[in-house]
């Protein structure tokens, strides 16, 4: 069935480094590929989306990356600060669809 | 700002009582989402609705069900509460004319605990 997996459940950088995250995916009928944000005690917020058509997009500070090859998705955060702490949840969805289905999280924190 | 509110923070249940998670939304999204998270699982889709009296089942609907009585209200309702359904309750609304957004809004989440 459908699935979208991370690589690593978490993930420790030095404040100021750039961090990545990578995700797996297995639907080769999803049309978009999304990256969202939840901080303690808030739901997920949207960060930023690709297309399948796409290979890389670039946001504020994020860039994701989108390997259709190897089916994986990559968000990278430039120079990581202390509010970037969070879970990341990689999602998919298709064009026909509305529901979006998402990973399992991968947690960052700051090392300061 | 896009508000998705969910009535209650923290529930604490007994086992077989029948709960009702309420969730409104004030941005007049047709989409809306209940989503529960537990640690290592991610978000797990239970229901959405695309638009009001109507609703599809997600990838874990068993032993939940829905109601949509009005555009900006999406209720979860567990019929017979079961210590499994312990989780973080999570409800989001997007927009439905355009089959490109990806973008849902969330509430703050709803913790249940069944005892």
């Known amino acids: 069935g459908e699935s979208v997996g991370l690589h690593l459940p978490t993930l420790s950088v030095q404040e100021g480094d750039n961090s990545i995250i990578n995700c797996a995916y297995s639907n080769s009928a999803s049309d978009y590929f999304i990256w969202y944000k939840q901080e303690s005690g808030k739901g997920p917020q949207f960060i930023i989306d690709?297309?399948?058509?796409?290979d890389k997009r670039q946001g504020q500070r994020v860039t994701v990356l989108l390997n259709k090859t190897v089916k994986h998705l990559s968000l990278q955060i430039a120079a990581t600060q202390p509010g970037d702490s969070a879970v990341y949840f990689c999602a998919e969805k298709e064009s026909s669809a509305s529901k979006i289905i998402f990973g399992s999280g991968t947690r960052l924190s700051i090392r300061p | 700002d896009v508000k998705v509110t969910q009535s209650s923070r923290y529930l604490v249940k007994r086992t077989g009582e029948k709960v009702f998670l309420e969730c409104v939304q004030d941005?007049?999204?047709?989409?809306m989402f209940w989503y529960r998270q537990d640690p290592g699982l991610g978000l797990r889709l239970i229901y959405f609705s695309y638009d009001v009296k109507m609703k599809e089942k997600g990838d874990i609907p068993e032993g939940y069900s829905v109601s949509r009585e009005k555009k900006e209200r999406f209720s979860l309702i567990l019929e017979s509460a079961s210590t499994n359904q312990t989780s973080m309750y999570l409800c989001?609304?997007?927009?439905?004319?355009?089959?490109?957004?990806?973008?849902?809004?969330f509430g703050q989440g709803t913790r249940l605990t069944v005892v």
């Open positions: 989001a609304s997007s927009l439905y004319g355009d089959y490109t957004n990806t973008e849902a809004f």
């Open positions: 941005m007049d999204h047709e989409n």
């Open positions: 690709i297309r399948s058509n796409m």
